[in-house]
């Protein structure tokens, strides 16, 4: 399995949590914001997406995850 450039997603659950979650096996963030994705679960909200490995500091911070 190839890696790509990471791709970082913050998500919200029903309750209110916040994750920051990783993918380097997916060359585009096409796949994760489609409705039938099962990549993230059905009852996350995604609240931001980025491309490379700045994001991971910025949204760790940003979110305080």
């Not at 399995?1 to 970082?8: A, G, K, R, V």
């Not at 096409?30 to 991971?56: A, M, P, V, Y």
């Amino acid at each position: 399995m190839p890696n790509y450039i990471p791709i970082h997603v913050v998500t919200r659950g029903p309750k209110g949590g916040l994750k920051l979650l990783t993918f380097t096996d997916l060359p585009c963030p096409d796949k994760l914001i489609t409705n039938r994705s099962s990549r993230i679960e059905s009852n996350q909200e995604i609240l931001e997406i980025g491309i490379g490995e700045k994001f991971k500091e910025t949204y760790k911070k940003k979110y305080n995850v």
